[in-house]
């Protein structure tokens, strides 16, 4: 198995513009996470969806984000307008049992 | 509020030391504990995990132990290598495969040669 995809592994955008990252769970598996990672909190869970449903985005920072899961293989989470307090590193991360695999991240950088 | 509770943030140990890295929680539903190694640019990874059931577990050489009555569990790595330099985040979840990990804040562990 290929592991969680995610793409772009890094981005480059100026503030304002519409960010959308991509991830690829592992078949099979019927959770899906997203995270932040930055020095200063630490990793941060976003959101997560079980089954595709949403189950809780209370780690959302804003309306500026949003994420969807039309499948069970792929996953979005975009940010519109995007600020420079967004750069971070992105993580998603895929489950089945208890044993929760994460990606490779998408590092974003906001100007 | 963080629900899980980890120290040190850094620590530096001599190749072929212990380290130890230490967390603590508060939900007494939290019934499984997993500890992540993540390396410079990769996604962190899952290295051992416990539950409360039993007070210690040894894979090679990491061991987690854990006490229920202080609600506190430990990462000891034996024998510290040069190539376990990394970061460690310990987590904690009510085990049900539907919910969510809470992790700690990490610690970025330095093993000198």
């Known amino acids: 198995d290929a592991g969680v995809i995610q793409s772009p592994r890094h981005e480059v955008t100026e503030m304002g513009q519409e960010v959308t990252l991509r991830c690829k769970p592992i078949?099979?598996?019927?959770?899906l996470f997203w995270y932040r990672q930055t020095m200063m909190r630490g990793l941060e869970l976003l959101i997560y969806?079980?089954?595709?449903?949403?189950?809780?985005d209370s780690g959302m920072p804003e309306d500026r984000f949003s994420a969807k899961m039309p499948n069970a293989s792929f996953s979005t989470l975009k940010i519109q307008p995007s600020e420079p307090r967004d750069s971070a590193v992105y993580f998603c991360?895929?489950?089945?049992?208890?044993?929760?695999?994460f990606g490779p991240g998408t590092r974003l950088t906001v100007l | 509020q963080q629900q899980v509770k980890q120290s040190p943030q850094s620590l530096i140990v001599q190749k072929g030391g212990i380290s130890i890295i230490n967390c603590a929680y508060e939900?007494?539903?939290?019934?499984?504990f997993p500890w992540y190694q993540q390396f410079p640019g990769k996604g962190p990874a899952l290295l051992i995990a416990?539950?409360?059931?039993?007070s210690e577990k040894k894979e090679g050489r990491f061991t987690i132990s854990f006490n229920k009555s202080a609600k506190q569990f430990s990462l000891h790595i034996m024998d510290s290598q040069p190539g376990d330099s990394a970061t460690y985040f310990c987590?904690?979840?009510?085990?049900?495969?539907?919910?969510?990990?809470?992790f700690g804040r990490g610690t970025q562990l330095t093993v000198w040669p």
């Open positions: 991360a895929s489950r089945m049992t208890m044993k929760e695999f």
């Open positions: 078949s099979g598996h019927n959770s």
């Open positions: 969806f079980n089954n595709n449903v949403p189950i809780d």
């Open positions: 939900n007494t539903a939290f019934d499984y």
């Open positions: 416990i539950r409360p059931d039993v």
């Open positions: 987590a904690a979840s009510r085990g049900s495969t539907l919910g969510r990990l809470y």
